[in-house]
């Protein structure tokens, strides 16, 4: 009987179970993880209906459906005003033309969801993979103490500052883009007024808001972006100060002022981004998720992108062909569609933090335009992101 195949996975976030889910009982899993333990930060997260699709193909969708939050619309909101300048119907529309609905879950949940029924022993935490090499027959991931893990395929998952990324393509630095995220939950109870069901983005000079019920409605999460050049913490991530927050947005609608003085603790992230890469793959080691095609968090994808990205390596290495055959198609199929994402994130960022009057005055007036010509309109235009399926785009490959 022929072995199984080999598949070291560097990297425990949502991309790398995802690809260790679409791999399940077809493949030797290996998941290298540099954390002591699984520890998502308390944020939010939008699951689209192409990601939907694929916790579907897991055998997950109704776990998720369960911890999640179905918003009723997407909006947009003039910063100051609050006057509505967009509304597009979700709940149920969404499961009617893209075959899945938009949900809002909590990354702790998601990430949960995604790790049901991998084996522990597939399961390696407290390592760091620091390079990968290759011969003809194995691909291994070095790890700091120098172990060395041999598989048939390596797969970077291992996230914006990739160490496979660096080792197969050389280091470089990922670029600050001018945008800090301040991120924070307020639970249902300490709201001063209800909250529109929605998944709502005010828009406004140098900055916007996004905020979304999650597990369930008993939970607020809340995105507070604005534009600056100084990003000098040497971490990512870090707590913020609810003061230089308010701060930032004291001129903003005094009802997200409000929102914003009831979370209890309050995170910040510099937002980094690397332009598309031309290829993801050498021999038997490829890249997934955002170590190989980070982007701006602004059209809500780089988690949908890297799950889909989990099934589509995974489908593609069950059918038997040999490796790096394999990883071909992967590339082929998932290069374009990763990176119209991440330039379409960036181009949003443009468009959510116009500072001149007249510009957003255009805008507002090119979003009345767009419900009038096609009243089904998405927030983002986002057609073709969501009637994505992964199964149908590797079954169309021949
Ligand atoms: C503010 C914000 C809001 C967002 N909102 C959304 C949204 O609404 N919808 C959406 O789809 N996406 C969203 N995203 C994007 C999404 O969070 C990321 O694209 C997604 O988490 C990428 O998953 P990943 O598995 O590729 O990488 P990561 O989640 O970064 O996981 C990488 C993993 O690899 C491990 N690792 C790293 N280096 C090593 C190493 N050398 N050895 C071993 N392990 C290693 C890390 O510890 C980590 O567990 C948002 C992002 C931000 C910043």
């Not at 333990?37 to 308390?42: A, K, L, S, Y």
């Not at 939970?219 to 991530?237: D, M, P, R």
């Amino acid at each position: 009987m022929a072995r199984k195949l080999r598949v070291a996975i560097v990297g425990g976030g949502l991309g790398g179970l995802a690809v260790a889910q679409a791999l399940r009982g077809k493949a030797e899993v290996v998941i290298i993880e540099q954390s002591a333990q699984f520890g998502e930060v308390g944020a939010g997260i939008n699951v689209s209906p192409n990601c939907v699709k694929v916790l579907r193909e897991f055998g997950l969708e109704s776990r998720l459906r369960q911890s999640a939050f179905e918003p009723a619309f997407h909006v947009f909101r003039d910063w100051k005003s609050g006057r509505c300048l967009f509304r597009a119907d979700i709940k149920g529309e969404y499961e009617k033309r893209f075959n899945a609905p938009h949900l809002s879950v909590h990354r702790a949940d998601l990430h949960n969801i995604l790790s049901t029924g991998l084996p522990d022993a597939s399961l390696r935490f407290g390592v760091r993979c620091i390079a990968v090499a290759q011969s003809e027959n194995s691909a291994v991931a070095i790890l700091e103490s120098g172990e060395e893990v041999e598989a048939d395929v390596v797969v970077g998952a291992d996230g914006i500052k990739s160490a496979v990324r660096g080792s197969l393509f050389g280091e470089d630095e990922p670029e600050f883009t001018g945008n800090v995220a301040w991120r924070f939950t307020v639970p249902e109870e300490s709201l001063v007024e209800p909250i529109e069901p929605a998944v709502t983005n005010w828009l406004g000079p140098g900055g916007h808001v996004v905020h979304y019920y999650v597990r369930s409605g008993r939970l607020v999460n809340v995105i507070a972006v604005y534009e600056t050049q100084q990003w000098t913490a040497e971490s990512w991530t870090q707590s913020g100060d609810r003061d230089e927050l308010l701060g930032i947005f004291d001129r903003w609608n005094p009802k997200l002022i409000t929102l914003f003085k009831r979370a209890g603790s309050y995170y910040k992230w510099g937002l980094f981004d690397r332009p598309p890469l031309g290829a993801w793959s050498v021999g038997r080691i490829t890249l997934l998720g955002d170590a190989a095609h980070p982007m701006l968090p602004f059209l809500g994808q780089g988690a949908a992108m890297a799950l889909e990205d989990g099934l589509a390596l995974g489908l593609l290495l069950s059918q038997g062909r040999p490796v790096a055959e394999s990883l071909h198609l992967y590339e082929r199929l998932r290069l374009p569609r990763t990176s119209r994402a991440q330039l379409g994130s960036r181009g949003r960022a443009a468009e959510n933090h116009l500072r001149s009057p007249l510009a957003r005055l255009k805008r507002n007036l090119k979003f009345k335009l767009r419900k009038f010509i096609n009243p089904h309109s998405t927030l983002h235009n986002g057609e073709w992101l969501y009637s994505y399926d992964v199964r149908n785009a590797v079954g169309g490959l021949g």
